[in-house]
Nanobody
Framework: QVQLVESGGALVQAGGTLKLSCAFS????????MAWYRQTPGQQRELVAKIDPFDDIHYGDFVRGRFSILRDNSKKVVFLQMTNLELEDTAVYYC?????????WGQGTQVTVSP
Protein backbone atom coordinates (compact mmCIF):
# COMPACT_ATOMS: atom_id res chain seq x y z
CA GLN A 1 0.00 0.00 0.00
CA VAL A 2 1.29 3.41 -0.99
CA GLN A 3 1.43 6.32 1.40
CA LEU A 4 2.50 9.81 0.43
CA VAL A 5 3.49 12.48 2.92
CA GLU A 6 4.09 16.02 1.73
CA SER A 7 6.10 18.59 3.63
CA GLY A 8 7.65 21.98 3.12
CA GLY A 9 4.59 24.14 2.73
CA ALA A 10 4.87 27.55 4.37
CA LEU A 11 4.05 31.23 4.26
CA VAL A 12 6.44 32.99 1.91
CA GLN A 13 6.67 36.43 0.37
CA ALA A 14 6.06 37.02 -3.30
CA GLY A 15 9.26 36.49 -5.23
CA GLY A 16 10.51 33.98 -2.69
CA THR A 17 11.41 30.33 -3.00
CA LEU A 18 10.11 27.16 -1.43
CA LYS A 19 10.91 23.48 -1.75
CA LEU A 20 8.25 20.86 -1.24
CA SER A 21 8.98 17.22 -0.54
CA CYS A 22 6.86 14.12 -0.94
CA ALA A 23 7.97 10.97 0.83
CA PHE A 24 6.74 7.73 -0.70
CA SER A 25 6.11 4.63 1.41
CA UNK A 26 5.69 1.40 -0.49
CA UNK A 27 7.48 -0.56 -3.12
CA UNK A 28 8.51 0.00 -6.72
CA UNK A 29 8.73 3.77 -6.44
CA UNK A 30 10.90 3.89 -9.52
CA UNK A 31 8.01 2.63 -11.66
CA UNK A 32 5.59 5.35 -10.59
CA UNK A 33 4.80 8.56 -12.37
CA MET A 34 4.98 11.15 -9.62
CA ALA A 35 3.22 14.48 -9.81
CA TRP A 36 2.42 17.64 -7.93
CA TYR A 37 -1.05 19.14 -8.16
CA ARG A 38 -2.50 22.15 -6.46
CA GLN A 39 -5.94 23.26 -5.47
CA THR A 40 -7.57 26.44 -4.25
CA PRO A 41 -11.03 26.63 -2.64
CA GLY A 42 -13.79 26.11 -5.13
CA GLN A 43 -11.42 25.12 -7.91
CA GLN A 44 -10.41 21.79 -9.40
CA ARG A 45 -7.00 20.40 -8.77
CA GLU A 46 -4.58 21.38 -11.48
CA LEU A 47 -1.36 19.78 -12.54
CA VAL A 48 1.76 21.61 -11.47
CA ALA A 49 4.40 19.14 -12.62
CA LYS A 50 4.87 15.46 -13.24
CA ILE A 51 7.84 13.18 -13.79
CA ASP A 52 7.61 9.68 -15.13
CA PRO A 53 9.92 6.69 -14.54
CA PHE A 54 12.08 7.79 -17.48
CA ASP A 55 12.44 11.30 -16.08
CA ASP A 56 10.22 12.79 -18.75
CA ILE A 57 8.79 15.95 -17.22
CA HIS A 58 5.73 18.02 -17.90
CA TYR A 59 4.78 21.33 -16.29
CA GLY A 60 1.55 23.23 -16.11
CA ASP A 61 1.46 26.27 -18.40
CA PHE A 62 1.44 28.66 -15.47
CA VAL A 63 4.83 27.41 -14.24
CA ARG A 64 6.72 29.36 -16.92
CA GLY A 65 10.12 28.04 -15.86
CA ARG A 66 9.73 28.94 -12.19
CA PHE A 67 9.35 25.43 -10.75
CA SER A 68 11.39 22.25 -11.05
CA ILE A 69 10.37 18.70 -10.23
CA LEU A 70 12.97 16.16 -9.23
CA ARG A 71 12.83 12.60 -8.00
CA ASP A 72 15.31 10.63 -5.92
CA ASN A 73 14.60 6.96 -6.47
CA SER A 74 17.12 5.87 -3.86
CA LYS A 75 15.27 7.81 -1.15
CA LYS A 76 11.80 7.46 -2.66
CA VAL A 77 11.19 11.17 -2.59
CA VAL A 78 9.95 13.67 -5.13
CA PHE A 79 10.64 17.37 -4.78
CA LEU A 80 9.10 20.52 -6.15
CA GLN A 81 11.47 23.45 -6.15
CA MET A 82 9.52 26.68 -6.55
CA THR A 83 11.10 30.04 -7.27
CA ASN A 84 9.77 33.52 -7.98
CA LEU A 85 6.54 32.67 -6.23
CA GLU A 86 3.47 34.71 -7.07
CA LEU A 87 0.32 35.45 -5.09
CA GLU A 88 -1.56 33.16 -7.47
CA ASP A 89 0.59 30.22 -6.35
CA THR A 90 -1.22 30.18 -3.02
CA ALA A 91 -2.86 26.76 -2.78
CA VAL A 92 -2.76 23.37 -1.16
CA TYR A 93 -0.17 21.31 -2.98
CA TYR A 94 -0.77 17.59 -3.32
CA CYS A 95 1.55 14.78 -4.26
CA UNK A 96 0.23 12.04 -6.52
CA UNK A 97 1.60 8.61 -7.38
CA UNK A 98 0.38 6.84 -10.50
CA UNK A 99 1.23 3.31 -11.59
CA UNK A 100 -0.83 1.13 -13.87
CA UNK A 101 -4.03 3.02 -13.10
CA UNK A 102 -3.42 2.84 -9.36
CA UNK A 103 -3.48 6.41 -8.10
CA UNK A 104 -2.64 7.59 -4.62
CA TRP A 105 -2.71 11.07 -3.14
CA GLY A 106 -1.05 12.69 -0.19
CA GLN A 107 -2.85 14.81 2.34
CA GLY A 108 -1.53 18.08 0.94
CA THR A 109 0.64 20.90 2.21
CA GLN A 110 -0.36 24.55 2.30
CA VAL A 111 1.61 27.15 0.41
CA THR A 112 0.68 30.75 1.04
CA VAL A 113 2.31 33.59 -0.83
CA SER A 114 1.99 37.03 0.71
CA PRO A 115 2.55 40.43 -0.90
Amino acid sequence: QVQLVESGGALVQAGGTLKLSCAFSGSAFEFYTMAWYRQTPGQQRELVAKIDPFDDIHYGDFVRGRFSILRDNSKKVVFLQMTNLELEDTAVYYCRADFSQNIDWGQGTQVTVSP
